[in-house]
């Protein structure tokens, strides 16, 4: 409940350059369409295709969906304002796009730990993969990291909108975020900031420790094999988790654990859009380009569908 006054937040945006409004319009929009396009296809391939029935492309498909979900929070609201006037966001629905920006990020977060112990598995106990990876397990793993990205997410907004804000109620920043809200509190934040490093501690470097350990034990199985072939093909099925993992943990880790003393809204502004809208863009590139099988069922679905007859062809 709003206690505080304030029945609205004016967010700034990315520029405050009236002339670059309609040119990063142009190129955010690009941004948000291959987005939804390139998760989309690799969501759908994975429905569609029984090869990659398996348990990692169970847990890519997650990855894909909460990536669509997690920049539809942020980019449709900064595209409108780009074109507008009016960049006002209520309270409530500044409170709503919080919750389920950090929902999504902490759950993707645990879900990357999640697919690195997957690859662990896969690796070094092949043979009792399937039967350790069954369908029961992914579920579970993957309602697991949603339940904790919930919890931290119920927390943390809760914590942001109970403080009182007064005066300015500009947001400098283009969704409604922590470090810029925590700004507008007209109380000492001393003790909420030592509070939001613990959490983003915990949140990030928890299944970031679970992601060393399995990437360790997963190199050290490697230097152990005798064929130079399995090993390229172990450290391939690797190497695009490692990517998008040092993309995600690397700007969002640099957003949150920042000291005050070097905390700059515009650079504060561009790691956002790292974790928020880039780093979405190239997982699927980074999936589909580094992935022979994901490569493959898309050409096959492809060759299918020129292949088909129109319903009109007479045999």
Known sequence: ???????????????????????????????YIIIIVGNMLIFIMIIVDPLLHTPMYFFLKVLS?????YSSVTLPKMLVDFLSEDK???????????????FLGASECFLLAVMAYDRY???CKPLRYMAIMNKKVCFSLTLLSW????????????????????????????FCDIPPLIKLSCIDTSLYEVQLFTATVLVIFAPFSLIFVSYFLIIANILKMTSAEGRQKAFSTCSSHLMVVTLYYG??????????SIHSQDSGKVLALMYTTITPMLN???????????NSAIKRRTSRALSRKPFFHRT
Not at 284 to 294: C, D, T
Request: charged fraction near 10%.
């Open 1 to 31: 409940m709003n206690v505080t006054g304030i029945a609205e937040f004016v967010l700034l945006g990315v520029s405050n350059h009236p002339d670059l409004q309609v040119m990063l319009f142009i190129v955010f929009l690009l941004v």
């Open 65 to 69: 969906f909460l990536d669509i979900c």
């Open 88 to 102: 006002t966001i209520s309270y409530t629905s500044c409170a709503t796009q919080m919750f389920f920006l950090l």
């Open 121 to 123: 598995v896969a690796i």
């Open 147 to 174: 339940f904790l990205g919930n919890v931290v997410s119920l927390l943390q907004t809760a914590w942001v909108f109970t403080l009182p804000f007064c005066g300015s109620n500009q947001i400098n920043y283009f």
């Open 251 to 260: 700007s969002g880790s640099l957003i949150y654990l920042r000291p005050k």
């Open 284 to 294: 699927p590139i980074i999936y589909s380009l580094r992935n022979k099988e994901v």
